[in-house]
Protein backbone atom coordinates (compact mmCIF):
# COMPACT_ATOMS: atom_id res chain seq x y z
CA UNK A 1 0.00 0.00 0.00
CA UNK A 2 1.07 3.67 -1.05
CA UNK A 3 0.49 6.68 1.98
CA UNK A 4 1.47 10.03 1.85
CA UNK A 5 0.84 12.31 4.04
CA UNK A 6 0.59 16.18 4.46
CA UNK A 7 1.46 17.82 7.40
CA UNK A 8 3.32 21.31 8.60
CA UNK A 9 4.58 19.02 11.36
CA UNK A 10 6.67 16.13 9.32
CA UNK A 11 8.46 14.95 12.23
CA UNK A 12 5.20 14.08 13.97
CA UNK A 13 5.28 10.84 12.27
CA UNK A 14 8.95 9.63 12.80
CA UNK A 15 7.42 7.54 15.09
CA UNK A 16 6.31 5.09 11.78
CA UNK A 17 10.10 4.16 11.68
CA UNK A 18 9.97 2.38 14.60
CA UNK A 19 7.82 -0.88 15.91
CA UNK A 20 5.14 -3.17 13.82
CA UNK A 21 4.83 -0.35 11.01
CA UNK A 22 8.19 0.16 10.67
CA UNK A 23 8.89 -3.03 9.67
CA UNK A 24 6.26 -3.32 7.35
CA UNK A 25 8.01 -0.50 5.75
CA UNK A 26 11.62 -1.92 5.87
CA UNK A 27 9.58 -5.18 4.02
CA UNK A 28 8.07 -3.04 1.34
CA UNK A 29 4.30 -3.98 3.02
CA UNK A 30 3.88 -0.40 3.27
CA UNK A 31 5.60 2.84 1.12
CA UNK A 32 5.05 5.64 3.11
CA UNK A 33 6.16 9.48 2.51
CA UNK A 34 5.62 12.28 4.31
CA UNK A 35 5.19 15.87 2.43
CA UNK A 36 5.67 19.47 4.44
CA UNK A 37 3.07 21.62 2.93
CA UNK A 38 5.31 24.22 3.55
CA UNK A 39 7.47 23.12 0.59
CA UNK A 40 4.16 24.20 -1.04
CA UNK A 41 4.56 27.91 -0.26
CA UNK A 42 6.82 30.29 -2.27
CA UNK A 43 6.37 33.58 0.31
CA UNK A 44 9.33 34.30 2.52
CA UNK A 45 7.61 33.46 5.55
CA UNK A 46 6.53 29.89 4.33
CA UNK A 47 2.61 31.18 4.59
CA UNK A 48 0.09 28.22 5.23
CA UNK A 49 -3.10 30.19 7.20
CA UNK A 50 -5.06 33.30 6.94
CA UNK A 51 -7.87 34.69 8.24
CA UNK A 52 -11.53 33.75 7.65
CA UNK A 53 -13.82 35.23 5.45
CA UNK A 54 -16.88 36.32 7.48
CA UNK A 55 -14.78 37.24 10.60
CA UNK A 56 -14.87 34.68 13.72
CA UNK A 57 -11.71 33.68 15.81
CA UNK A 58 -8.41 31.45 14.23
CA UNK A 59 -6.57 31.07 11.28
CA UNK A 60 -7.86 29.08 8.31
CA UNK A 61 -5.37 26.88 6.05
CA UNK A 62 -4.84 28.59 2.88
CA UNK A 63 -6.00 26.67 -0.31
CA UNK A 64 -2.83 27.30 -2.45
CA UNK A 65 -0.27 25.42 -0.99
CA UNK A 66 -2.97 22.52 -0.63
CA UNK A 67 -3.65 22.37 -4.15
CA UNK A 68 0.40 22.46 -5.03
CA UNK A 69 0.73 19.49 -2.70
CA UNK A 70 -2.19 17.23 -3.39
CA UNK A 71 -1.63 18.06 -7.38
CA UNK A 72 1.72 16.71 -6.77
CA UNK A 73 0.43 13.48 -4.96
CA UNK A 74 -2.63 12.87 -7.12
CA UNK A 75 -3.32 11.77 -10.61
CA UNK A 76 -3.41 14.59 -13.16
CA UNK A 77 -6.07 16.83 -13.35
CA UNK A 78 -8.77 16.67 -16.36
CA UNK A 79 -7.93 19.14 -18.93
CA UNK A 80 -10.76 21.63 -19.23
CA UNK A 81 -13.85 20.50 -20.68
CA UNK A 82 -13.38 16.56 -20.08
CA UNK A 83 -15.76 14.99 -17.76
CA UNK A 84 -13.64 14.19 -14.01
CA UNK A 85 -12.86 10.38 -13.94
CA UNK A 86 -11.73 10.80 -10.27
CA UNK A 87 -14.46 11.07 -8.39
CA UNK A 88 -15.41 7.27 -7.91
CA UNK A 89 -11.39 6.16 -8.53
CA UNK A 90 -7.87 6.86 -7.78
CA UNK A 91 -6.39 7.35 -4.21
CA UNK A 92 -8.73 7.96 -0.96
CA UNK A 93 -8.49 11.02 0.23
CA UNK A 94 -8.77 11.30 3.56
CA UNK A 95 -8.70 14.79 5.92
CA UNK A 96 -9.28 13.94 9.37
CA UNK A 97 -11.70 16.46 11.39
CA UNK A 98 -14.09 16.78 14.13
CA UNK A 99 -16.99 17.34 11.46
CA UNK A 100 -16.23 13.79 9.88
CA UNK A 101 -17.43 10.80 9.81
CA UNK A 102 -16.71 8.41 12.75
CA UNK A 103 -13.39 6.25 11.74
CA UNK A 104 -13.99 2.48 12.85
CA UNK A 105 -12.75 -1.01 12.73
CA UNK A 106 -14.76 -1.60 9.49
CA UNK A 107 -13.48 1.34 8.14
CA UNK A 108 -9.93 0.34 8.99
CA UNK A 109 -11.00 -3.19 7.14
CA UNK A 110 -12.36 -0.79 4.01
CA UNK A 111 -9.25 1.15 3.43
CA UNK A 112 -6.81 -1.23 4.47
CA UNK A 113 -7.64 -2.81 1.01
CA UNK A 114 -6.73 0.35 -0.74
CA UNK A 115 -4.04 0.48 -2.99
CA UNK A 116 -3.19 4.28 -2.49
CA UNK A 117 -4.21 6.66 0.56
CA UNK A 118 -3.70 10.20 0.95
CA UNK A 119 -3.85 11.93 4.36
CA UNK A 120 -3.65 15.74 4.22
CA UNK A 121 -3.92 16.91 8.14
CA UNK A 122 -5.10 20.35 9.23
CA UNK A 123 -4.42 22.67 11.54
CA UNK A 124 -5.76 26.09 13.05
CA UNK A 125 -9.69 26.56 12.21
CA UNK A 126 -9.09 23.66 9.57
CA UNK A 127 -8.31 23.84 5.44
CA UNK A 128 -10.15 26.02 2.77
CA UNK A 129 -13.20 24.31 1.75
CA UNK A 130 -12.93 24.74 -1.53
CA UNK A 131 -9.91 22.38 -1.39
CA UNK A 132 -12.22 19.00 -0.19
CA UNK A 133 -14.64 20.44 -3.20
CA UNK A 134 -12.20 21.17 -5.82
CA UNK A 135 -10.43 17.27 -4.95
CA UNK A 136 -13.36 15.87 -4.75
CA UNK A 137 -13.72 15.58 -8.34
CA UNK A 138 -10.00 14.02 -8.75
CA UNK A 139 -10.48 11.47 -5.63
CA UNK A 140 -12.76 9.94 -2.77
CA UNK A 141 -12.17 12.57 -0.39
CA UNK A 142 -13.38 11.75 3.28
CA UNK A 143 -13.86 13.40 5.80
CA UNK A 144 -12.73 11.34 9.19
CA UNK A 145 -13.00 11.70 12.79
CA UNK A 146 -11.21 9.96 15.66
CA UNK A 147 -14.29 10.84 17.99
CA UNK A 148 -15.82 13.54 19.94
CA UNK A 149 -13.25 15.45 20.97
CA UNK A 150 -11.31 18.40 19.32
CA UNK A 151 -7.39 17.90 18.76
CA UNK A 152 -4.84 20.33 18.00
CA UNK A 153 -4.79 19.07 14.32
CA UNK A 154 -4.96 16.52 12.16
CA UNK A 155 -1.64 14.50 12.90
CA UNK A 156 -2.02 12.60 15.78
CA UNK A 157 -5.69 11.44 14.39
CA UNK A 158 -3.86 10.05 11.64
CA UNK A 159 -1.06 8.64 13.20
CA UNK A 160 -4.45 6.72 15.09
CA UNK A 161 -5.75 5.68 11.71
CA UNK A 162 -2.70 4.21 10.31
CA UNK A 163 -1.92 1.94 12.71
CA UNK A 164 -5.00 0.83 13.00
CA UNK A 165 -5.41 0.58 9.17
CA UNK A 166 -1.45 -0.71 8.74
CA UNK A 167 -2.06 -3.65 10.94
CA UNK A 168 -4.52 -5.19 8.79
CA UNK A 169 -2.57 -5.08 5.74
CA UNK A 170 -2.09 -8.66 4.91
CA UNK A 171 1.80 -9.44 6.43
CA UNK A 172 2.22 -6.97 8.90
CA UNK A 173 1.00 -8.85 12.12
CA UNK A 174 2.95 -11.60 11.95
CA UNK A 175 0.06 -14.30 13.20
CA UNK A 176 -3.33 -13.15 11.79
CA UNK A 177 -5.00 -15.34 13.99
CA UNK A 178 -4.50 -12.41 16.36
CA UNK A 179 -6.45 -10.01 14.31
CA UNK A 180 -9.45 -12.32 14.62
CA UNK A 181 -10.58 -12.19 18.36
CA UNK A 182 -9.59 -8.48 19.09
CA UNK A 183 -12.04 -6.18 20.50
CA UNK A 184 -14.65 -4.69 18.14
CA UNK A 185 -13.51 -7.50 15.44
CA UNK A 186 -16.84 -9.37 15.89
CA UNK A 187 -18.57 -6.13 17.30
CA UNK A 188 -17.70 -6.95 20.65
CA UNK A 189 -14.92 -6.12 23.12
CA UNK A 190 -12.19 -8.23 23.53
CA UNK A 191 -11.87 -11.07 26.86
CA UNK A 192 -9.39 -10.12 29.20
CA UNK A 193 -6.50 -11.82 28.91
CA UNK A 194 -4.00 -13.34 31.64
CA UNK A 195 -0.44 -15.03 31.40
CA UNK A 196 2.01 -16.64 33.68
CA UNK A 197 2.20 -16.76 36.59
CA UNK A 198 -1.40 -18.84 37.44
CA UNK A 199 -1.32 -16.30 40.66
CA UNK A 200 0.35 -13.00 41.30
CA UNK A 201 -0.30 -10.73 44.26
CA UNK A 202 -3.26 -12.85 45.63
CA UNK A 203 -4.93 -12.53 42.59
CA UNK A 204 -5.75 -15.70 40.75
CA UNK A 205 -6.35 -16.35 36.50
CA UNK A 206 -9.59 -17.95 36.40
CA UNK A 207 -9.66 -21.73 36.63
CA UNK A 208 -11.29 -22.26 33.43
CA UNK A 209 -8.39 -20.83 31.32
CA UNK A 210 -6.32 -23.57 33.43
CA UNK A 211 -8.53 -26.18 32.29
CA UNK A 212 -7.57 -27.15 28.98
CA UNK A 213 -11.06 -27.33 28.29
CA UNK A 214 -11.82 -25.45 24.54
CA UNK A 215 -15.48 -25.20 25.08
CA UNK A 216 -15.55 -24.22 28.24
CA UNK A 217 -13.02 -21.41 27.69
CA UNK A 218 -14.69 -20.32 24.78
CA UNK A 219 -17.98 -20.05 26.32
CA UNK A 220 -16.22 -18.14 29.04
CA UNK A 221 -13.98 -15.75 26.81
CA UNK A 222 -17.42 -15.38 24.87
CA UNK A 223 -19.33 -14.64 28.37
CA UNK A 224 -17.34 -11.77 29.24
CA UNK A 225 -17.43 -10.50 26.47
CA UNK A 226 -21.12 -9.74 26.48
CA UNK A 227 -20.37 -8.60 29.67
CA UNK A 228 -17.89 -5.85 29.30
CA UNK A 229 -19.61 -4.52 26.06
CA UNK A 230 -23.13 -4.77 28.24
CA UNK A 231 -21.00 -2.43 31.33
CA UNK A 232 -19.63 -0.30 28.91
CA UNK A 233 -20.82 0.35 25.62
CA UNK A 234 -24.22 -0.70 25.11
CA UNK A 235 -24.67 0.53 22.22
CA UNK A 236 -22.24 -1.67 20.37
CA UNK A 237 -25.30 -4.47 21.38
CA UNK A 238 -27.54 -4.86 18.37
CA UNK A 239 -30.94 -5.34 20.33
CA UNK A 240 -31.57 -8.85 20.02
CA UNK A 241 -28.15 -9.39 21.72
CA UNK A 242 -29.28 -7.94 24.80
CA UNK A 243 -29.86 -11.34 26.06
CA UNK A 244 -28.10 -12.88 23.48
CA UNK A 245 -27.02 -17.14 23.74
CA UNK A 246 -23.55 -17.65 25.19
CA UNK A 247 -22.36 -19.84 22.41
CA UNK A 248 -18.81 -19.12 21.32
CA UNK A 249 -18.62 -17.32 17.59
CA UNK A 250 -18.90 -19.97 14.28
CA UNK A 251 -15.64 -19.13 13.40
CA UNK A 252 -13.62 -19.68 16.95
CA UNK A 253 -10.57 -22.11 17.56
CA UNK A 254 -13.44 -23.89 19.87
CA UNK A 255 -15.81 -24.71 17.28
CA UNK A 256 -13.65 -25.71 14.69
CA UNK A 257 -12.12 -27.73 17.07
CA UNK A 258 -14.87 -29.56 18.50
CA UNK A 259 -16.36 -30.04 14.76
CA UNK A 260 -12.75 -31.97 14.77
N1 LIG B 1 -8.76 17.19 14.16
C1 LIG B 1 -9.14 17.83 15.27
N2 LIG B 1 -9.93 17.07 16.02
C2 LIG B 1 -10.08 15.89 15.35
C3 LIG B 1 -10.77 14.69 15.60
N3 LIG B 1 -11.53 14.53 16.68
N4 LIG B 1 -10.70 13.70 14.71
C4 LIG B 1 -9.97 13.86 13.57
N5 LIG B 1 -9.28 14.97 13.31
C5 LIG B 1 -9.33 15.98 14.17
Given at each position: MRIDIISIFPEFFG????????????AGLIDLAVHNLRDFTHDRHSTVDDTPYGGGAGMVMKPEPWGEALDSILPA???????????????????????GEQFTQAMARELAAEPHLVFGCGRYEGIDQRVVDHFAGRGRVRLVSLGDY????????????????????????????????????????????????ASWRGL???????????????TWRREKQLERTRAVRPDLLPADMADAELLPPANSKARRGSRG
Open positions: VLDISLLGRARQAPEPGVMPTGAGTGPVLIFPSPAVLNGGEVAVMAMIEAIGRLIPGVVGNPESLVEESHEDGLLEYPSYTKPDVPPVLLSGNHGAIA
